[in-house]
């Protein structure tokens, strides 16, 4: 269930011709479940407007969780793996699990409140609430999609340590490593740091030299005929791009699996991909400034896979 607000100066309906669609807002009410007497669960909000509390959480602590999910042609892809590595990421911040049929619904409600576009990046964040209050808050924010043309035909990538072992999620839970959390400054001062030296991307090494991810995407290494991502217990974010990635190899007969590489092997390998869900398949053209090769046409198919057209 949800209400919507008349257009306000700023939105779709005001915006000049040839210009983006306005985002789409989405209060979340009732993140933890629907209200007795029929209070709506979810309303949509003015995007230019303040909205959110100098005083909340995620303001003072960056003490939240989020996900940012893509939605192709008005469709959104791997909505219930997103909404189960949300609730994982909330549990290790000692946050109850949200109720997924309410967030599904405003999801849904998002995307089709916003004009008809190819790509939309929408993102659902949940914050331990305004200090005091112990009621957690919860929006919906969908905006047309980046474009990431120049990714997907390739990134010249640069590996930066994370400073964790592979063993901190098992000995130092504290530490958050593997939840996507709302404290993402260091992921974009890696960025920074990328540009800095003269690459787009990061792929993140543990301390004692294992490949990991990047500072918002998943890798995905070819070996042959074998395809290998990760260990989610090295502390990585669960994949949900390779895990549509991985449906489709395994349809075709591959072997794909789970295995500590080091960067050596990354950057010897028979091709890499940075995988997202809103930039899809990124393949990294090269490492460190080692060259790794480049299919076109299969970046594009595991492309499909993780925007659900395949």
Wanted: charged share 20%; hydrophobic share 45%.
């Amino acid at each position: 269930m949800t209400s919507t607000t008349a257009a306000q100066p700023g939105t779709d309906q005001a915006r000049p011709e040839g210009a983006a669609p306005a985002p789409v807002l989405i209060l979340v009410e009732r993140a933890y479940g629907p209200a007795a007497g029929g209070a709506p669960d979810f309303r949509e909000a003015d995007p230019s407007a303040a909205q959110l509390l100098v005083t909340d959480f995620v303001a003072t602590r960056g003490d939240g969780v989020f996900e940012t999910l893509g939605a192709f042609d008005g469709t959104l892809a791997n909505v219930g793996p997103h909404l189960d590595r949300l609730t994982r990421s909330a549990a290790m911040i000692d946050l109850a699990g949200p109720d997924h049929d309410v967030l599904r619904a405003a999801l849904e409600a998002a995307v089709a409140a916003h004009p008809p576009v190819p790509e939309l990046t929408v993102r659902l964040s949940l914050t331990r609430g305004v200090e005091g209050s112990g009621v957690p808050s919860c929006w919906i924010h969908a905006r047309v999609a980046d474009d990431y043309a120049p990714a997907r035909a390739g990134l010249s990538v640069v590996s930066l340590d994370r400073g964790l072992p592979t063993t901190a999620p098992a000995s130092s839970p504290w530490l958050l490593a593997g939840a996507k959390t709302l404290s993402y400054a260091v992921n974009m001062a890696v960025l920074r740091e990328a540009q800095r030296r003269g690459a787009e991307e990061v792929l993140f090494v543990s301390s004692e030299g294992y490949a990991l991810e990047g500072p918002t995407s998943t890798l995905l290494v070819r070996l042959g005929d074998r395809w290998v991502t990760t260990p989610v217990d090295a502390g990585v974010l669960p994949g949900t791009s390779v895990a549509s990635a991985f449906a489709l190899l395994r349809a075709e007969g591959a072997e794909c699996g789970e295995e500590l590489l080091t960067i050596e092997q990354v950057r010897e390998a028979d091709a890499a991909w940075l995988l997202s869900s809103g930039r899809l398949a990124a393949p990294i053209r090269q490492l460190d400034g080692v060259d790794l090769p480049v299919d076109a046409a299969l970046t594009a198919r595991l492309g499909d896979a993780i925007a659900g057209r395949a």
